[in-house]
Structure formats: C-alpha cells, structure tokens
C-alpha cells in the first residue's frame, strides 16, 4: 500500500483541527461573544449568533461546514454585525458594541496541539520535505502559536486570511506556497480536517489530499474528497 507521503515533497497544513485542537480553542467563544454582545445591547441574540456562526449550543460544538469552522474572523466579525443590524440596531450602536464585545481566542494559551508537533516536523524535515501552513486564521496569530509549540523556525511558508491571496477552497493558497518553495503541486500533499482545506487541494490538484478526523469534519464528510484518511497528523509519518 502507498504511503501518505510516498512521492511528496511539501505538505502544507492547515492549523485549527489540523495541528492544533479545535474544540479547545473555539468551543467557549460563540456562548463568550454571545454574552458579551447581549450585556453591550440588551437583546438576546444566541439563536441568531450562534445559527450565523454554525454553532450547536447543545453539543458546544461547530457546524462542519459552518462559519467559524472555515471562515477567516474578517468575514465572521463582518456577519456578527449583521446580526446585530438585523437584531434592529441602528449601523451606530451596531458598530459600537461589536467594538465592546468583539475578542478573540488566545492563539497561545488555548492551543493544544494534537500531537508532538516539533517531533513530526522535525521527521518530515529529516526526511527532506517541506512544510507549509495554509489557514483562515490570520497570519500573525498563526505565527504566534507556531512559535508557542517550537516549531516556527521548521515551517517554510505560512499563509493567512489577511495575506492578501484568495482562501479556502480556492486553490490560490496552495499555488501560491508551492511557486514561492519551487515545488510543483503534484509533488504536494494538502492535510486537513475539513472539505474546505481538501476542496482546496483538489482545485490546485495537488499530489494527494489528506484528511485528518481530529477537528470539525467527519468522515462522511471528508472521504470522497480524501485520497488518505487518518485518525490525526500523529499518523502521519514518513516511510
């Protein structure tokens, strides 16, 4: 049987599910920003947040395909001022108490990592690969939390949802690491826990698109975009 990486030269990553845990980082921030926006306006605005977002209160847990599972927080803090705007606030009160309210997660001191990840990428690199990082978090707290695990100095390119290049599932992100590393895409595996980050690696045709179950996606959800699937990145080691 092939290898995940057999034939591959780069492997770019997503972060949030990928490297990193989802639940722990985002799990609390929709009932957070809930209520803070409610003490900021008075109203009750959890079923129209939480509905916008892509968030089951019951579980605590994300829609797959939801907002906060693959939208940058641009675009999420752009839609909670819309629920604010259609909750009947005035465009000045809106804007006011998003400014209040808006926050967040520490990307150090609620990141988890899913596995030793100065360990993997350290075999990767000895095996002579390269790593990238393709997000919809922005880059700087990226950054931040790559630093944070020891493995900022091990990542060869880093691309964020403030970087200017077209997100998830565009291909653009991963086009644009592979031309600026000189490694084509076909020599490129694409790691995820979602069909964004996959649907993304198949619309740059990429050598292999790898799904991991460790964040938002299922397998139901990520299996007929998966060339490989795995329980983590913790399977992920090089022949």
Not at 154 to 166: H, S
Request: hydrophobic fraction near 50%; aromatic fraction near 4%; glycine fraction near 8%.
């Amino acid at each position: 049987m092939t290898a995940p990486l057999d034939g591959i030269d780069l492997v770019v990553f997503d972060k949030d599910g990928t490297l990193i845990d989802f639940h722990a980082m985002w799990s609390a921030w929709p009932a957070d920003l809930a209520t803070r926006l409610e003490a900021a306006t008075g109203r009750d605005l959890r079923a129209p947040l939480f509905a916008m977002l892509g968030y089951d209160a019951e579980t605590e847990r994300p829609v797959a395909n939801g907002r906060l599972a693959a939208a940058p927080m641009t675009r999420i803090r752009d839609a909670t001022l819309d629920v604010l705007l259609d909750a009947g606030l005035s465009a000045p009160e809106a804007h006011a108490a998003l400014a209040v309210a808006w926050h967040a997660p520490d990307p150090v001191e609620l990141a988890t990592p899913v596995t030793d990840l100065a360990d993997l990428f350290g075999a990767l690199r000895s095996s002579g690969r390269r790593i990238a990082v393709a997000t919809s978090d922005d880059r700087a707290p990226t950054l931040r939390t790559l630093a944070a695990f020891g493995v900022g100095d091990l990542v060869d390119a880093t691309l964020g949802a403030d970087d200017r290049v077209q997100g998830k599932p565009a291909p653009d992100m991963v086009l644009a690491i592979c031309g600026a590393l000189g490694i084509a895409p076909g020599r490129t595996a694409v790691v995820g826990d979602s069909a964004a980050d996959l649907s993304m690696g198949r619309a740059a045709r990429v050598g292999r698109c790898i799904g991991v179950l460790s964040g938002v996606g299922t397998a139901a959800d990520l299996a007929p975009l998966a060339d490989v699937m795995l329980a983590s990145i913790a399977e992920l080691r090089p022949a």
